[in-house]
């Protein structure tokens, strides 16, 4: 069970406004517990004077943290004066994921939630490399926040593998939906729907087999999904008119369900060390990531390790 008790936000040191200390003191407000807000800061130009003894630069370097933490600080003040327990980490390093990463593993946190811009143009959500590297590497979950206002009534979509003979897709499959529901329900009440998506019929297959008929198989297919897709929101008791399966590629059925549904966040599973790979056809969520336009949660199986854990930070 998901209970975010303990929520890390990446602080985005380019603007003042914070939609990810936002959502975390909406939901620090719901779920209660404690936030803290942690910014990784660098500047090669303090490295590369000749003129700076080790000591000269260790100051320097104490004097931007001490900077960017009244900045945050700041930042948060309202917060702070509402009673929120907010902690403030700035520390200097020059990878901010592998910072932000070893941050939640030395802090136990349970969510680390990161805001995420939008293509102006497009209006689609553009993920940075520290992004993808905090997608893939993070042990705990991960809320991209979109830097647009919640939609009104959105809802919580999750998307599912119902194709899949690998043993670790059907635990990964009851993971994402119990914990959405759990989290749904003790914030405001969120709609939750499952959605699927199943591939068209092989062209080849069409060539290569005569006789072939590929109605049939897309029957088959299609009713193989139905019915795993049944058996899951029954074992969730998940109303059936919150469930979609849809024939099609998941990077174009899951964005287009989602703006249809104005789905607030889209959730999806993780499972493979450094490559991310959600849980329906292979590795193609990062092809899902780059068509969504909502916020996006990243839960991970159970057994997943990050490729930093129990490694000595030496910076």
């Avoid at 102006?120 to 991209?144: A, E, G, I």
């Avoid at 092989?202 to 019915?227: E, K, M, T």
Wanted: glycine share 4%.
């Amino acid at each position: 069970m998901a209970h975010y008790q303990n929520i890390l936000v990446v602080i985005d040191p380019d603007q003042d406004d914070q939609p990810a200390l936002r959502r975390a003191v909406y939901l620090n407000q719901r779920l209660g517990g404690r936030i803290t807000c942690f910014l990784a800061v660098y500047d090669f130009a303090f490295e590369m004077t000749t003129l700076l003894s080790p000591n000269d630069r260790l100051v320097m370097h104490q004097g931007v943290i001490a900077q960017r933490t009244a900045w945050i600080r700041q930042q948060a003040q309202a917060y702070l004066q509402a009673g929120v327990t907010i902690d403030i980490i700035v520390e200097w390093h020059s990878r901010p994921f592998e910072a932000i990463i070893r941050q939640v593993e030395k802090g136990n946190h349970d969510l680390l939630i990161k805001m995420t811009h939008q293509h102006d143009r497009l209006q689609s959500v553009v993920f940075t490399p520290t992004d993808w590297h905090l997608l893939r590497k993070c042990p705990c979950p991960v809320w991209m926040v979109k830097d647009q206002p919640w939609p009104e009534s959105g809802k919580a979509l999750v998307a599912v593998n119902l194709a899949s003979e690998l043993p670790h897709h059907d635990p990964l499959n009851a993971k994402l939906v119990r914990e959405t529901l759990d989290l749904a329900e003790r914030v405001n009440h969120t709609e939750v729907h499952l959605v699927a998506a199943y591939p068209n019929t092989p062209a080849n297959i069409v060539v290569d087999l005569p006789g072939f008929d590929p109605a049939i198989y897309d029957d088959a297919i299609r009713s193989q999904h139905l019915l795993a897709m049944k058996q899951l929101r029954q074992a969730f008791s998940i109303d059936e008119k919150n469930t979609h399966t849809a024939q099609g590629l998941p990077e174009e059925v899951i964005p287009e369900l989602a703006d249809e549904l104005n789905a607030g966040v889209v959730i999806l599973g993780t499972i493979g060390r450094t490559g991310l790979s959600a849980a329906f056809l292979g590795n193609t969520a990062e092809q899902v990531i780059d068509h969504l336009r909502c916020d996006l949660l990243v839960i991970k199986p159970d057994n997943f390790t990050s490729p930093f854990s129990n490694v000595d930070d030496d910076d």
